[in-house]
């Protein structure tokens, strides 16, 4: 079985600029979140989606925002981007919403820099 | 003072050694206790899960939870060169709500043959 797919590995950016990431999570899989990884604040809950639904979301500012497709995949996008925002984009996929925590498995990551 | 506290190392040991990694936290509220092992380029991987206070364990890993000292650890016997990588500690007040994790920074271990 395949694992959570994230697209594109890598990426560079300029201030002021948009970005698109993108995550496929394993099949059957309906529940997508998504997690910010600094070296400073650590790994930090963005938001989840279930059923093409915004569930929960972290402390981000609105320039975080997300969507997720009638397959379960899920786009991530951060507009007007500033330096802070360089870090590892996470994705997790579960079955369902509130599935147990052992049951969430994360995805390889998107590596963003912001220059 | 941070929910999660935990030593960013980095740690080296040499293959064989016993490690012992650490995470202090704030929150009595906290309930289940995870410990993440995650390579270079890749995301986290769940290595151990436990409920409440104890310890649990799984081939050369032991997860161990104080929560009276509101203080984990994870002991790795006979480390191995593949063992090097980041691990991270996480507790949450709820056993199915993701969005109320709280992560530890993680500790970079690099096990030297």
């Known amino acids: 079985k395949a694992g959570v797919t994230q697209t594109p590995r890598y990426l560079i950016k300029t201030r002021g600029q948009q970005v698109t990431l993108s995550c496929s999570p394993i099949?059957?899989?309906?529940?997508v979140s998504w997690y910010q990884q600094t070296p400073g604040q650590g790994l930090q809950f963005l938001f989840e989606?279930?059923?093409?639904?915004?569930?929960n979301k972290g402390n981000f500012p609105g320039r975080f925002s997300g969507r997720q497709f009638s397959n379960s995949r899920s786009e991530m996008n951060v507009s007007t981007l500033e330096l802070g925002d360089s870090a590892l984009y996470l994705c997790?996929?579960?079955?369902?919403?509130?599935?147990?925590?052992?049951?969430?498995?994360f995805g390889p990551g998107t590596r963003l820099t912001v220059t | 003072q941070k929910e999660v506290e935990q030593d960013p190392g980095p740690l080296s040991v040499p293959e064989g050694a016993i490690v012992s990694l650490n995470c202090t936290y704030s929150?009595?509220?906290?309930?289940?206790f995870m410990w993440y092992r995650q390579y270079s380029r890749k995301g986290p991987e769940l290595l151990m899960y436990?409920?409440?206070?104890g310890n649990k364990e799984d081939g050369r890993f032991t997860a161990q939870v104080d929560k009276s000292s509101k203080y984990i650890s994870l002991f790795i016997r006979d480390s191995q060169p593949s063992d090097s990588a980041t691990y991270l500690c996480?507790?949450?007040?709820?056993?199915?709500?993701?969005?109320?994790?709280?992560f530890g920074k993680g500790t970079l271990l690099t096990v030297n043959p």
């Open positions: 996480a507790m949450s007040r709820s056993g199915g709500s993701n969005y109320k994790l709280t």
């Open positions: 989606y279930f059923s093409e639904t915004q569930r």
């Open positions: 929150n009595s509220a906290f309930q289940y």
């Open positions: 436990t409920y409440s206070s």
């Open positions: 997790a996929s579960s079955l369902l919403q509130g599935a147990r925590l052992d049951e969430q498995y």
């Open positions: 099949s059957g899989h309906r529940s």
